[in-house]
């Protein structure tokens, strides 16, 4: 059972470029985040989803878009990179919104 | 404006005593806290959650207060172990909704 996998767990991309982060859960989870973890900042909200098909904004949506269409996959993408987006995202996944959530191990990306 | 906050960017403590750490929140209607442990290059992992209706919930070494007057919870770890040298955050939730989580606070644990 491997719970939450993020792919790819190390980018550096130059600004401007484009890049997918793929997120999968094995755990039939319906909800699924992304986070972002910033020094001081503690980790913050991008986008989530409540099921297959569903997408709404977190607190620090912009520059991100997201999809799910498949449940148990949960794709954050960056159309053009830029050095505010350097940042380690998290992807994780709950059985019900405001319960306890699954995290993956992390994606730590610089963009230059 | 962070509406969960953890003052403390980082704790000391000697192995066997008990660690104490604190989280303020804003939102008075956040209704449920969790407290979640992360190590280097992890992902962080649930630890030890308590609703509203409560103000303490333990479980083994570990316990969570709620002073909801207050607007602040505290985790209490007894004894402190080596191996609970990690980064701690706490997270708050109203109607179960989306969480907002504190910018964590780094726990040392020394031999």
């Known amino acids: 059972n491997a719970g939450v996998t993020q792919t790819p767990k190390f980018r550096v991309l130059k600004t401007g470029q484009s890049m997918t982060l793929l997120c999968a859960q094995d755990m039939n989870h319906e909800y699924m985040y992304w986070y972002r973890q910033d020094p001081g900042m503690g980790l913050r909200l991008i986008h989530y989803s409540v099921g297959e098909g569903t997408t709404a904004k977190g607190e620090v949506p912009d520059g991100y878009n997201v999809s799910r269409l498949k449940k148990q996959n949960f794709l954050l993408g960056l159309e053009s990179a830029a050095p505010s987006q350097t940042s380690v995202y998290f992807c994780a996944s709950s059985y019900e919104v405001g319960t306890e959530a699954f995290f993956g191990q992390g994606t730590r990306l610089t963009v230059v | 404006d962070q509406q969960v906050k953890q003052n403390s960017p980082s704790l000391s403590v000697q192995e066997g005593r008990i660690s104490i750490l604190n989280c303020d929140y804003t939102?008075?209607?956040?209704?449920?806290f969790l407290w979640y442990k992360k190590y280097p290059a992890e992902g962080p992992t649930f630890l030890i959650s308590?609703?509203?209706?409560?103000d303490k919930n333990e479980d083994g070494r570990f316990t969570v207060f709620l002073n909801k007057s207050a607007k602040h919870l505290s985790l209490h770890i007894v004894p402190s172990q080596p191996g609970d040298s990690a980064v701690y955050f706490c997270a708050a939730s109203s109607n179960f909704n989306k969480f907002y989580f504190g910018s964590g606070t780094k726990l040392n644990v020394k031999p």
């Open positions: 308590i609703s509203s209706i409560k």
């Open positions: 939102n008075s209607m956040f209704d449920y």
